[in-house]
């Protein structure tokens, strides 16, 4: 059941002998709202319903969320957490907001200043919309949000753009959308910096909402495509950050000596199996591997089956694959891994198993939570890549980084690697984009973004095949990239 909780609202400290009348000014401004004005039928309806899109889109259903700044609490509700707790300095706001939800036990809604944030973590998702343009001192409250965040926790803020003052100023004269006093008016890089200075780390911001009414149509086609576009999302109403906690690097992190399960997908390769195994090399406590059999014409698996028999230096699995396709492989040996943390190792060893280590540490170190291999920053070996496969893997870089919103500078690079634990959370959501990837890199790559997965690329050598044909077929797997950037459009950033 929705409850309240009657907390006494706490002066910053040290004191400001102006921010007392702030605070006070505030709650009484939108105690007076609270029972006048309802998002859901006001002039900005439209504006609200598109706000609400966008979370439903970020955050996964059954999380558990913190709002602060929840008014109502009708985006905390539409959002079907496990755990929601809604935080509002107005007492009247979390009055009408209980009354509300009184129906739903998973919603919890706290008077209180978000200054002094008098609510215990942790949280899947914070969440500050239209928000940090209120705030006195919103360093102060985002390091309030800090202490209930674990290293998986996403900040989500958004807020309106400096360039819509004048506009939303005349709205509100015409009484046609709920008055505010006076704001803030923060840009983007005034709330990346303000979330620096407060420990977090943005992954990636957006332009949204060009048009707040409901217009058929029109608004959709403005809200979802339009604003996307240069010179228009420089007219966005407002402007959406994500950010995670900065990792920490301290021994006590929970995640300091992670175990691994390097996957192998191979077809066609039985010469290069010897030199897998003697490369691979040990990482943490405890590094297995695993091989995925392709339904080779050669002799691969039986190579495998031999070469593995007296194998002993690290624990091993041998799959057949029973589907088609890299994505197919790369999923059955996931689904069997016990390592803490997944990585790919293409069997063609185009790229040295001596360059893993250098993923494992990117990860265990929080630098990123999803590694992405770049072949094309240290020189490559002279026919390591064909020219116009350069030329494409380039394109497709600037391609991929508008799209996902994360620079990713080599798409189709076999070595990715990712917490078990996030796999898990990809695998859950793939009927978001359904089985659409005969590669599996783009599984992998628009299901990290969907979660918000900080996207780290590493460097590492391209080498020369030593042994076997390469599968990538140049105009065959060309087009189908090409269908991978309009599907991903669809489904990730015109939505």
Known sequence: ?????????????????????????RAAHWDRIARGYDELTSASAGYHARIRDLYQLLVPPGSRVLEIGSGHGTLLAALKPAVGVGVDLSAAMIQEAAKRHSGNAALRFIQADAHALPV????????????????????????????????????????YSRVWEWPLSMVRRLGLAKPLLRQNWLTV???????????????????????????????????????KLWPMRLLAMTNLVIARPKPRTDNDHPQTHPTVTVVVPARNESGNVPAILARIPQMGPRTEVIFVEGNSTDDTFAVLERELAGFTRLPWALLKQTGKGKGNAVRAGFEAARGDILMILDADLTVPPEDLPRVYEALRLGTGEFVNGVRLVYPMEEKAMRFLNLLGNKFFSFAFSWLLGQRIKDTLCGTKALWRADYQRVAA?????????????FDLIFGAAKLNLKIVDLPVRYRERTYGDTNIHRWRHGWLLL?????????LKFV
């Open 483 to 491: 269908r991978m950037v309009a599907f991903g459009a669809r489904r």
């Open 120 to 159: 215990e973590g942790p949280f899947d998702v914070v969440i500050l919309s239209d928000l940090v343009n209120e705030l006195w001192d919103v360093q102060r409250v985002l390091e309030c949000v800090r202490g209930v965040c674990t290293p998986k926790t996403r900040i989500i803020i958004n807020a």
């Open 189 to 227: 890089e005034d709330i990346q910096n303000l979330l620096n200075l407060a420990g977090f780390e943005t992954i990636r911001s957006t332009p949204e909402v060009l048009c707040p009414l409901k217009i058929p149509v029109l608004a959709p086609l403005l809200n979802r495509l339009v604003v």
């Open 429 to 441: 959501n793939r009927a978001y984009f359904g089985d659409f990837d005969p590669f599996g890199d």
């Open 1 to 25: 059941m929705a409850t309240t909780s009657d907390i006494a609202l706490p002066v910053v400290s040290p004191p400001d002998p102006g921010y007392e009348r702030f605070r006070d000014e």
